[in-house]
C-alpha cells in the first residue's frame, strides 16, 4: 500500500476528516481484469460493517486502485503523473485557473476530486464546469485547494483539498464537511 499512516494522519488534518480511511493496492489497478470487483467488495465490507452512514470514491489507474472512505462526502483521484500534459489539464480549467495551479497532474487529480465529491449537490457535467483554487505549497509533500464556486453547486462549504505525487504517482482528495 502507498498511504503510510503519517501521510494518512497529514490528510485527515489538511482534510479535516478525522475518520478518514484511504486503501491503495496494485492489484485493483486496471490491469487486473478483477480490480473493479475487488475494490468493491473491500468498500462494501467496510460499509457493511459500520454503524454509521459513509461515503466513498474509487479511483485507479492502470496500476494502482485508490478507496476513500469517510463520513465527510469524500472525492478521490489517482493519475500516472506523466500522463497528465499541459493540453489535458488546460482543456478542462477555466480561464486563469491552469496558470495558479501547481501544475497538470495536481490539477487534474483536485478537478477529478471535486468533481466525484459533488455528486451530493448540483454536479456539473463536466470538469471545466466548476473552478479549484487558493493552491498553497504545504512545508510537507502536500499542496492544498478550495473549490472556488461552492455556491453555484449548492455546497455548503468550499471544502477542503489536498494533492501529493509519490513515486510516479499523483494523488488528489477533497472533502466536504456537513
Same mark, same amino acid.
Given at each position: 500500500m502507498f498511504i503510510d499512516k503519517m501521510l494518512l494522519e497529514s490528510l485527515k488534518a489538511h482534510l479535516n476528516c478525522p475518520d478518514l480511511l484511504v486503501f491503495a493496492y496494485t492489484e485493483w489497478g486496471s490491469r487486473n481484469p478483477d480490480?473493479?470487483? =475487488? &475494490?468493491h467488495a473491500h468498500r462494501d465490507q467496510i460499509i457493511l460493517n459500520s454503524n454509521s452512514p459513509l461515503h466513498s470514491s474509487i479511483a485507479h489507474t492502470s496500476e494502482m486502485g !485508490? =478507496?476513500?472512505v469517510s463520513s465527510h462526502v469524500i472525492? !478521490?483521484? &489517482? +493519475?500516472?503523473t506523466t500522463r497528465v500534459s499541459e493540453v489535458v489539464a488546460k482543456r478542462v480549467s477555466r480561464p486563469g +485557473?491552469?496558470?495558479q495551479a501547481p501544475g497538470p497532474a495536481s490539477l487534474w487529480t483536485a478537478k477529478e476530486a471535486c468533481f466525484k465529491a459533488l455528486r451530493p449537490f448540483k454536479q456539473p457535467s463536466v470538469l471545466s464546469d466548476f473552478s479549484v483554487g487558493k493552491w498553497q505549497k504545504n512545508a510537507s509533500q502536500f +499542496?492544498?485547494?478550495t473549490l472556488l464556486d461552492y455556491s453555484e453547486h449548492q455546497v455548503p462549504s468550499e471544502g477542503a483539498g489536498v494533492c501529493f505525487h509519490q513515486e510516479k504517482f499523483s494523488f488528489g482528495f477533497f472533502c466536504v464537511n456537513l
Open positions: 480490480h473493479r470487483k =475487488l &475494490i !485508490v =478507496l476513500a472525492g !478521490v483521484d &489517482i +493519475e500516472s +485557473e491552469y496558470e +499542496e492544498t485547494f
